[in-house]
């Protein structure tokens, strides 16, 4: 996979981050991806499970919250 600029993180981040507060909470990822989800015909259920094992996954410091830095580490590791 190429390298993601600054740049480009940024937008992704941002699209998450709809509140503009510079953290991504459960909520905003909730609201960004359970449409998604039930586009695809995935139920609740498994949204949620999913939801809660990516921000376990995303927020390394486990304050329930992502940060710019976590987002990025996260996405630049893989
Ligand atoms: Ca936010
Ligand atoms: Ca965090």
Redesign the pocket.
């Known amino acids: 996979m190429a390298a993601l600029s600054d740049e480009q993180l940024r937008i992704e981040f941002d699209k998450l981050d709809t509140n503009k507060d510079n953290a991504i909470t459960i909520d905003e990822l909730r609201k960004y991806y359970i449409p998604m989800q039930e586009m695809l015909g995935i139920s609740k259920q498994l949204a949620e499970s999913e939801i809660e094992g990516l921000i376990k996954r995303l927020?390394?410091?486990?304050?329930r919250?992502?940060?710019f830095d976590?987002f990025k580490n996260f996405i630049v590791k893989k």
Request: charge should be negative; charged fraction near 55%.
């Open positions: 927020d390394t410091d486990n304050d919250k992502i940060t976590e």
